[in-house]
Protein backbone atom coordinates (compact mmCIF):
# COMPACT_ATOMS: atom_id res chain seq x y z
CA UNK A 1 0.00 0.00 0.00
CA UNK A 2 1.31 3.02 -0.88
CA UNK A 3 1.67 5.67 2.40
CA UNK A 4 -0.49 8.40 2.81
CA UNK A 5 1.83 11.91 2.80
CA UNK A 6 1.93 14.11 6.04
CA UNK A 7 2.80 17.37 5.83
CA UNK A 8 4.58 17.64 9.35
CA UNK A 9 6.03 21.17 9.33
CA UNK A 10 2.89 23.41 8.83
CA UNK A 11 -0.43 23.91 10.81
CA UNK A 12 -2.87 22.09 10.45
CA UNK A 13 -4.89 24.94 8.52
CA UNK A 14 -6.78 24.87 5.28
CA UNK A 15 -4.74 27.33 4.01
CA UNK A 16 -1.53 25.47 3.72
CA UNK A 17 -3.53 23.09 2.23
CA UNK A 18 -3.59 22.03 -1.45
CA UNK A 19 -5.99 21.07 -3.90
CA UNK A 20 -4.01 17.52 -4.58
CA UNK A 21 -3.24 16.76 -1.18
CA UNK A 22 -4.57 13.83 -0.51
CA UNK A 23 -2.84 13.64 3.01
CA UNK A 24 -3.46 15.63 5.96
CA UNK A 25 -0.92 18.46 7.75
CA UNK A 26 0.99 18.93 11.04
CA UNK A 27 2.35 16.61 12.78
CA UNK A 28 -0.34 15.06 14.48
CA UNK A 29 -1.66 11.70 12.51
CA UNK A 30 -4.43 9.57 12.94
CA UNK A 31 -3.74 5.66 12.63
CA UNK A 32 -6.46 3.54 12.77
CA UNK A 33 -6.20 -0.04 14.47
CA UNK A 34 -9.63 -2.69 12.81
CA UNK A 35 -9.71 -5.90 14.99
CA UNK A 36 -11.29 -8.93 12.90
CA UNK A 37 -13.89 -9.10 15.70
CA UNK A 38 -16.05 -6.53 16.08
CA UNK A 39 -16.09 -6.31 20.02
CA UNK A 40 -14.92 -4.33 22.60
CA UNK A 41 -11.06 -5.00 23.31
CA UNK A 42 -7.98 -3.66 24.73
CA UNK A 43 -5.30 -3.77 22.73
CA UNK A 44 -1.59 -2.39 23.32
CA UNK A 45 0.12 -0.76 20.06
CA UNK A 46 3.63 0.74 19.41
CA UNK A 47 4.60 3.15 16.55
CA UNK A 48 6.87 1.23 13.64
CA UNK A 49 9.43 3.19 11.91
CA UNK A 50 10.85 2.26 8.43
CA UNK A 51 14.07 1.35 9.06
CA UNK A 52 15.23 4.03 6.76
CA UNK A 53 14.00 6.81 8.66
CA UNK A 54 15.98 9.47 9.85
CA UNK A 55 17.22 9.10 13.18
CA UNK A 56 18.00 11.60 15.98
CA UNK A 57 20.63 11.46 18.15
CA UNK A 58 19.64 11.59 22.10
CA UNK A 59 20.94 15.01 22.68
CA UNK A 60 18.96 16.04 19.68
CA UNK A 61 15.68 14.39 21.41
CA UNK A 62 16.48 16.51 24.84
CA UNK A 63 16.95 19.84 23.34
CA UNK A 64 13.60 19.57 21.14
CA UNK A 65 10.44 17.42 21.64
CA UNK A 66 9.28 17.42 17.81
CA UNK A 67 11.87 15.11 17.07
CA UNK A 68 10.50 11.90 18.65
CA UNK A 69 7.33 10.69 18.29
CA UNK A 70 4.57 10.78 20.79
CA UNK A 71 3.01 8.62 22.01
CA UNK A 72 5.47 5.72 20.81
CA UNK A 73 3.69 2.87 22.74
CA UNK A 74 0.07 2.89 24.38
CA UNK A 75 -2.79 0.69 24.95
CA UNK A 76 -6.36 1.67 23.86
CA UNK A 77 -9.84 -0.26 24.05
CA UNK A 78 -11.78 -0.70 20.47
CA UNK A 79 -14.96 0.89 20.33
CA UNK A 80 -17.84 -1.84 19.67
CA UNK A 81 -16.72 -1.86 15.81
CA UNK A 82 -13.27 -3.46 16.87
CA UNK A 83 -11.59 -0.26 15.42
CA UNK A 84 -9.21 1.60 17.63
CA UNK A 85 -8.04 5.32 16.53
CA UNK A 86 -4.62 6.44 17.83
CA UNK A 87 -3.08 9.97 17.58
CA UNK A 88 0.60 10.15 17.13
CA UNK A 89 3.03 13.10 16.45
CA UNK A 90 5.61 12.51 14.99
CA UNK A 91 8.89 13.61 14.27
CA UNK A 92 10.26 16.35 12.66
CA UNK A 93 11.94 14.85 9.73
CA UNK A 94 11.23 14.45 6.13
CA UNK A 95 10.87 11.24 3.86
CA UNK A 96 9.88 8.88 7.21
CA UNK A 97 7.75 6.49 6.88
CA UNK A 98 5.85 5.11 9.92
CA UNK A 99 2.96 2.40 10.75
CA UNK A 100 1.21 1.47 14.07
CA UNK A 101 1.28 -1.99 15.10
CA UNK A 102 -1.24 -3.14 17.75
CA UNK A 103 -1.89 -6.40 19.24
CA UNK A 104 -4.22 -8.21 21.37
CA UNK A 105 -2.93 -10.45 23.63
CA UNK A 106 -5.36 -13.97 24.15
CA UNK A 107 -5.02 -16.51 26.34
CA UNK A 108 -5.81 -19.38 24.76
CA UNK A 109 -4.94 -18.86 21.31
CA UNK A 110 -2.14 -17.00 19.08
CA UNK A 111 -2.10 -13.37 19.64
CA UNK A 112 -3.56 -11.09 17.36
CA UNK A 113 -1.44 -8.38 15.61
CA UNK A 114 -3.34 -5.79 12.82
CA UNK A 115 -1.33 -3.16 11.01
CA UNK A 116 -2.28 0.64 10.62
CA UNK A 117 -2.20 2.06 6.85
CA UNK A 118 1.40 3.48 6.69
CA UNK A 119 2.17 7.57 6.90
CA UNK A 120 5.35 9.40 4.62
CA UNK A 121 6.08 12.78 6.31
CA UNK A 122 6.89 15.46 4.11
CA UNK A 123 7.64 18.90 4.62
CA UNK A 124 6.28 21.80 2.57
CA UNK A 125 7.30 25.45 2.46
CA UNK A 126 6.45 28.38 -0.41
CA UNK A 127 8.29 30.92 -2.20
CA UNK A 128 7.64 33.53 -4.70
CA UNK A 129 10.07 34.95 -7.17
CA UNK A 130 10.35 38.31 -7.75
CA UNK A 131 12.53 39.71 -10.80
CA UNK A 132 14.23 43.29 -10.64
CA UNK A 133 13.07 44.97 -14.27
CA UNK A 134 16.02 44.29 -16.83
CA UNK A 135 17.10 40.85 -14.96
CA UNK A 136 15.92 37.63 -16.47
CA UNK A 137 15.27 34.73 -13.43
CA UNK A 138 16.71 31.16 -14.18
CA UNK A 139 14.45 28.38 -14.37
CA UNK A 140 14.32 27.06 -11.31
CA UNK A 141 12.61 23.48 -11.61
CA UNK A 142 15.25 21.44 -10.95
CA UNK A 143 16.16 23.01 -7.81
CA UNK A 144 12.44 22.41 -6.90
CA UNK A 145 12.65 18.97 -7.78
CA UNK A 146 15.98 18.32 -5.55
CA UNK A 147 14.30 19.73 -2.92
CA UNK A 148 11.65 17.37 -2.97
CA UNK A 149 13.30 14.42 -3.43
CA UNK A 150 15.40 12.11 -1.37
CA UNK A 151 17.30 13.25 0.92
CA UNK A 152 15.92 16.27 1.91
CA UNK A 153 12.04 15.77 1.31
CA UNK A 154 11.02 19.62 1.24
CA UNK A 155 8.46 20.48 -1.01
CA UNK A 156 8.86 23.64 -2.21
CA UNK A 157 5.63 25.56 -3.70
CA UNK A 158 5.75 28.38 -5.98
CA UNK A 159 2.77 31.06 -5.99
CA UNK A 160 2.60 34.35 -7.09
CA UNK A 161 4.48 34.46 -9.96
CA UNK A 162 5.15 37.47 -12.60
CA UNK A 163 5.71 40.12 -9.76
CA UNK A 164 8.73 43.10 -10.15
CA UNK A 165 10.49 45.35 -8.46
CA UNK A 166 12.30 48.47 -10.49
CA UNK A 167 15.55 48.98 -11.96
CA UNK A 168 18.35 49.71 -9.60
CA UNK A 169 21.88 48.40 -10.80
CA UNK A 170 23.47 47.67 -7.61
CA UNK A 171 21.49 46.87 -4.25
CA UNK A 172 22.89 46.86 -0.56
CA UNK A 173 20.94 43.52 -0.45
CA UNK A 174 17.72 43.86 2.47
CA UNK A 175 17.70 47.51 3.14
CA UNK A 176 17.43 47.87 -0.51
CA UNK A 177 15.22 45.36 -1.62
CA UNK A 178 13.27 44.60 1.38
CA UNK A 179 10.86 48.02 1.42
CA UNK A 180 10.52 47.26 -2.39
CA UNK A 181 9.66 43.29 -2.04
CA UNK A 182 7.29 43.84 0.24
CA UNK A 183 4.36 44.96 -1.80
CA UNK A 184 4.90 42.80 -4.16
CA UNK A 185 4.81 39.86 -1.73
CA UNK A 186 1.67 37.45 -1.96
CA UNK A 187 2.77 35.15 0.58
CA UNK A 188 2.31 37.31 4.06
CA UNK A 189 -0.75 34.70 4.90
CA UNK A 190 2.13 31.82 4.93
CA UNK A 191 4.06 33.44 7.11
CA UNK A 192 6.51 31.98 8.42
CA UNK A 193 6.80 29.11 5.93
CA UNK A 194 7.28 30.94 2.90
CA UNK A 195 10.11 33.19 1.43
CA UNK A 196 10.47 35.52 -1.32
CA UNK A 197 13.51 34.75 -4.05
CA UNK A 198 14.42 38.46 -5.15
CA UNK A 199 16.77 38.04 -8.68
CA UNK A 200 18.30 40.98 -8.77
CA UNK A 201 21.62 42.95 -11.16
CA UNK A 202 24.36 43.56 -8.45
CA UNK A 203 24.45 43.17 -5.04
CA UNK A 204 27.66 45.10 -3.65
CA UNK A 205 28.52 46.92 -0.40
CA UNK A 206 31.00 49.71 -0.45
CA UNK A 207 34.15 50.34 0.83
CA UNK A 208 36.93 52.46 0.96
CA UNK A 209 40.50 52.09 0.03
CA UNK A 210 43.49 54.56 0.94
CA UNK A 211 46.77 54.82 -1.39
CA UNK A 212 49.91 56.90 -0.76
CA UNK A 213 52.21 57.05 -3.62
CA UNK A 214 55.58 58.56 -3.80
CA UNK A 215 57.80 59.32 -6.92
CA UNK A 216 61.49 61.14 -7.19
CA UNK A 217 61.20 64.83 -8.69
CA UNK A 218 63.08 67.29 -8.78
CA UNK A 219 62.05 70.47 -9.65
CA UNK A 220 64.55 72.10 -12.45
CA UNK A 221 66.62 75.07 -12.10
CA UNK A 222 64.59 78.74 -13.43
CA UNK A 223 66.14 78.77 -16.66
CA UNK A 224 64.09 75.65 -17.59
CA UNK A 225 60.76 77.70 -18.64
CA UNK A 226 58.62 74.91 -20.39
CA UNK A 227 57.17 73.64 -16.81
CA UNK A 228 53.83 74.40 -17.43
CA UNK A 229 53.36 72.49 -20.59
CA UNK A 230 55.05 69.46 -18.51
CA UNK A 231 52.37 66.67 -16.99
CA UNK A 232 54.32 64.08 -14.93
CA UNK A 233 52.37 60.87 -14.98
CA UNK A 234 52.27 58.73 -12.09
CA UNK A 235 50.61 55.00 -12.22
CA UNK A 236 48.92 53.70 -8.74
CA UNK A 237 48.20 50.32 -8.10
CA UNK A 238 44.67 50.55 -5.97
CA UNK A 239 44.83 46.34 -5.79
CA UNK A 240 41.08 47.16 -4.76
CA UNK A 241 38.02 46.98 -7.18
CA UNK A 242 37.31 50.77 -7.54
CA UNK A 243 33.34 51.91 -7.23
CA UNK A 244 32.63 52.20 -11.04
CA UNK A 245 30.12 51.01 -14.36
CA UNK A 246 27.79 50.10 -11.65
CA UNK A 247 25.77 53.47 -11.46
CA UNK A 248 25.55 55.74 -13.74
CA UNK A 249 25.40 59.18 -11.34
CA UNK A 250 28.25 57.60 -9.25
CA UNK A 251 30.19 57.66 -12.51
CA UNK A 252 29.20 61.06 -13.86
CA UNK A 253 30.55 62.18 -10.10
CA UNK A 254 33.39 60.33 -10.74
CA UNK A 255 32.57 59.15 -7.29
CA UNK A 256 35.44 56.17 -7.36
CA UNK A 257 37.50 58.99 -6.23
CA UNK A 258 36.80 60.23 -3.10
CA UNK A 259 39.43 62.87 -2.56
CA UNK A 260 43.04 63.65 -3.99
CA UNK A 261 45.93 65.80 -2.87
CA UNK A 262 49.70 66.04 -3.74
CA UNK A 263 52.56 68.14 -2.24
CA UNK A 264 55.96 68.30 -3.39
CA UNK A 265 58.80 67.31 -0.70
CA UNK A 266 61.90 69.14 -1.34
CA UNK A 267 64.68 66.92 0.05
CA UNK A 268 65.65 70.29 2.70
CA UNK A 269 62.75 72.48 3.24
CA UNK A 270 59.02 72.33 4.05
CA UNK A 271 56.78 70.77 1.68
CA UNK A 272 54.43 72.47 -0.39
CA UNK A 273 51.19 71.50 -1.35
CA UNK A 274 50.37 71.11 -4.80
CA UNK A 275 46.35 71.54 -6.57
CA UNK A 276 45.04 68.28 -7.73
CA UNK A 277 41.94 67.74 -9.65
CA UNK A 278 39.59 65.12 -9.49
CA UNK A 279 40.03 65.29 -13.12
CA UNK A 280 43.69 64.93 -13.24
CA UNK A 281 43.12 61.09 -11.83
CA UNK A 282 41.93 58.75 -14.30
CA UNK A 283 40.56 54.92 -14.42
CA UNK A 284 44.00 52.59 -15.55
CA UNK A 285 44.66 49.29 -17.18
CA UNK A 286 40.94 47.92 -17.94
CA UNK A 287 38.28 47.34 -18.10
CA UNK A 288 39.04 43.65 -16.90
CA UNK A 289 35.96 42.08 -17.20
CA UNK A 290 32.86 42.63 -19.27
CA UNK A 291 31.15 45.31 -17.64
CA UNK A 292 34.32 46.78 -16.26
CA UNK A 293 36.34 46.50 -13.07
CA UNK A 294 39.33 49.00 -12.69
CA UNK A 295 41.82 48.50 -9.75
CA UNK A 296 44.62 51.26 -11.02
CA UNK A 297 44.63 54.73 -11.43
CA UNK A 298 46.96 57.09 -13.54
CA UNK A 299 47.59 60.77 -11.96
CA UNK A 300 48.38 63.45 -14.94
CA UNK A 301 50.00 66.52 -12.61
CA UNK A 302 50.36 69.25 -14.77
CA UNK A 303 53.67 71.14 -13.69
CA UNK A 304 52.20 74.75 -14.10
CA UNK A 305 51.71 75.50 -9.77
CA UNK A 306 55.04 73.61 -9.64
CA UNK A 307 56.89 76.40 -12.11
CA UNK A 308 55.68 79.02 -8.67
CA UNK A 309 58.34 77.53 -6.79
CA UNK A 310 61.73 77.24 -9.27
CA UNK A 311 64.55 78.71 -8.23
CA UNK A 312 68.12 79.23 -9.57
CA UNK A 313 69.25 76.49 -8.59
CA UNK A 314 67.43 72.53 -9.09
CA UNK A 315 65.93 71.26 -6.30
CA UNK A 316 65.69 67.92 -5.20
CA UNK A 317 62.97 66.22 -3.95
CA UNK A 318 59.53 64.18 -4.54
CA UNK A 319 56.10 64.08 -5.41
CA UNK A 320 53.49 62.32 -2.82
CA UNK A 321 50.27 61.72 -3.57
CA UNK A 322 47.45 60.60 -1.19
CA UNK A 323 43.97 59.27 -2.58
CA UNK A 324 41.05 57.92 -1.25
CA UNK A 325 38.91 55.45 -2.88
CA UNK A 326 35.47 54.52 -2.91
CA UNK A 327 35.56 50.52 -3.66
CA UNK A 328 33.53 46.98 -4.65
CA UNK A 329 32.88 44.40 -2.93
CA UNK A 330 30.38 41.68 -4.27
CA UNK A 331 28.16 38.80 -3.31
CA UNK A 332 26.39 36.34 -5.55
CA UNK A 333 23.66 35.85 -3.12
CA UNK A 334 22.27 36.84 0.44
CA UNK A 335 19.92 35.54 2.91
CA UNK A 336 18.45 38.10 5.29
CA UNK A 337 18.92 36.96 8.80
CA UNK A 338 15.73 36.22 10.22
CA UNK A 339 14.25 37.91 6.97
CA UNK A 340 11.99 35.72 4.09
CA UNK A 341 14.28 36.73 1.88
CA UNK A 342 16.92 36.00 -0.51
CA UNK A 343 18.64 37.87 -3.06
CA UNK A 344 20.14 36.53 -6.10
CA UNK A 345 22.41 38.50 -8.26
CA UNK A 346 22.73 37.98 -11.78
CA UNK A 347 26.38 40.01 -12.05
CA UNK A 348 29.36 40.27 -9.66
CA UNK A 349 32.90 41.40 -10.42
CA UNK A 350 31.56 43.09 -13.71
CA UNK A 351 30.47 39.76 -15.34
CA UNK A 352 27.63 37.78 -15.74
CA UNK A 353 26.81 35.29 -13.79
CA UNK A 354 25.32 31.85 -15.07
CA UNK A 355 22.53 30.00 -14.45
CA UNK A 356 24.33 27.10 -12.38
CA UNK A 357 25.86 29.68 -10.70
CA UNK A 358 22.71 31.42 -9.36
CA UNK A 359 21.10 28.22 -8.85
CA UNK A 360 23.91 27.22 -6.62
CA UNK A 361 23.94 30.60 -4.48
CA UNK A 362 19.89 29.99 -4.32
CA UNK A 363 20.45 26.36 -2.67
CA UNK A 364 22.82 27.84 -0.54
CA UNK A 365 20.50 30.48 0.71
CA UNK A 366 17.12 28.55 1.18
CA UNK A 367 19.56 25.93 3.34
CA UNK A 368 19.91 29.17 5.28
CA UNK A 369 16.47 29.65 5.35
CA UNK A 370 15.93 25.85 6.37
CA UNK A 371 18.54 26.45 9.28
CA UNK A 372 21.39 25.36 8.14
CA UNK A 373 23.82 24.91 9.28
CA UNK A 374 22.66 24.59 13.05
CA UNK A 375 25.35 24.57 16.01
CA UNK A 376 23.65 21.90 18.63
CA UNK A 377 22.56 24.47 20.73
CA UNK A 378 18.85 25.26 21.73
CA UNK A 379 16.11 23.73 19.85
CA UNK A 380 18.97 22.85 16.77
CA UNK A 381 19.53 19.28 15.49
CA UNK A 382 23.79 18.44 16.14
CA UNK A 383 26.13 20.25 14.00
CA UNK A 384 27.44 18.02 11.37
CA UNK A 385 30.87 17.42 11.78
CA UNK A 386 32.27 20.36 8.93
CA UNK A 387 30.21 23.21 10.91
CA UNK A 388 32.09 26.34 11.34
CA UNK A 389 31.63 30.27 11.67
CA UNK A 390 33.13 33.11 10.59
CA UNK A 391 36.92 32.29 9.43
CA UNK A 392 36.38 34.48 6.02
CA UNK A 393 32.58 33.77 5.78
CA UNK A 394 29.13 35.83 7.21
CA UNK A 395 27.14 33.00 9.18
CA UNK A 396 27.64 29.45 9.89
CA UNK A 397 28.60 26.85 7.01
CA UNK A 398 30.46 23.68 6.08
CA UNK A 399 33.66 23.61 5.16
CA UNK A 400 33.80 19.38 4.28
CA UNK A 401 36.60 18.99 2.07
CA UNK A 402 38.42 22.16 3.03
CA UNK A 403 40.82 23.55 5.10
CA UNK A 404 41.16 26.77 7.14
CA UNK A 405 45.10 27.55 7.68
CA UNK A 406 46.75 30.96 8.46
CA UNK A 407 43.25 32.61 7.26
CA UNK A 408 43.18 30.88 4.26
CA UNK A 409 41.09 28.23 2.99
CA UNK A 410 42.36 25.18 1.33
CA UNK A 411 41.05 22.36 -0.82
CA UNK A 412 38.06 21.30 -2.55
CA UNK A 413 34.30 21.79 -0.57
CA UNK A 414 31.97 19.25 -1.28
CA UNK A 415 29.39 20.70 0.23
CA UNK A 416 26.80 23.51 -0.97
CA UNK A 417 27.01 25.59 2.05
CA UNK A 418 30.65 26.44 2.30
CA UNK A 419 30.53 30.15 2.85
CA UNK A 420 31.62 31.16 -0.77
CA UNK A 421 31.72 29.87 -4.35
CA UNK A 422 34.06 32.30 -5.58
CA UNK A 423 36.01 30.18 -7.88
CA UNK A 424 32.74 28.86 -9.14
CA UNK A 425 33.36 24.89 -7.81
CA UNK A 426 31.42 24.48 -4.43
CA UNK A 427 28.78 21.66 -5.30
CA UNK A 428 25.22 22.43 -5.87
CA UNK A 429 24.26 19.52 -3.58
CA UNK A 430 24.95 19.19 0.65
CA UNK A 431 27.53 17.48 1.29
CA UNK A 432 27.17 13.58 3.05
CA UNK A 433 26.81 14.98 6.80
CA UNK A 434 24.90 18.12 5.81
CA UNK A 435 22.09 16.24 3.97
CA UNK A 436 20.95 13.97 6.82
CA UNK A 437 20.66 16.72 8.43
CA UNK A 438 18.52 19.06 5.93
CA UNK A 439 15.95 15.81 5.80
CA UNK A 440 15.99 16.22 10.14
CA UNK A 441 15.77 19.98 10.10
CA UNK A 442 12.76 20.58 12.33
CA UNK A 443 10.74 22.88 9.82
CA UNK A 444 7.32 23.15 11.86
CA UNK A 445 10.16 26.50 13.39
CA UNK A 446 11.93 27.33 10.39
CA UNK A 447 14.97 28.38 11.82
CA UNK A 448 15.53 31.20 9.27
CA UNK A 449 12.39 32.18 8.42
CA UNK A 450 10.27 34.43 10.34
CA UNK A 451 7.28 36.94 9.49
CA UNK A 452 8.60 39.60 7.56
CA UNK A 453 10.61 39.69 4.29
CA UNK A 454 11.73 43.68 5.05
CA UNK A 455 14.06 45.08 7.82
ZN1 LIG B 1 26.11 31.37 3.53
ZN1 LIG C 1 28.10 20.01 4.54
Redesign the pocket.
Known sequence: MAARKQWVNVPQHGKYQRKEDLGQLGRTVRFELALAKKLVRQVSYRLVANPANATYTTSEKGRNLRFSPDPSTGTGTTGPDGRLQVFVELPAAGGDEFHLEGKKHNILSKDEVVKSAPVATVRRLFFQSVTMVGVTAPDVTSIVDAFGADPIHVELVEKGKGKTIPAKSVVYAFDDVGPKVKSQYQLKIYDPYAFVIAWVEYIAQEGTATRSHEIPQTLPERKVKDLADTVVSASVHVGEWLWHALDSTDDLAQSWLTSCTCAFIPDVGAEVPLALPKSAVKLDKGPQFTHGGYEDVLIALPMGELAKLQTDAAIPGKLRFALTFRTAVFSGGQSGEHLNLITIASKAMWKDRSDPLRLNDLVHEIGHKLGMVPDGTGAALDA?A?YYTGQGHNGAH?G?GATYTNNAWNGAPT?V?FGTDRSGTRPST??S??APVVRKLDLGAPAGLSTSVSP
Open positions: PGCTCMFCAC
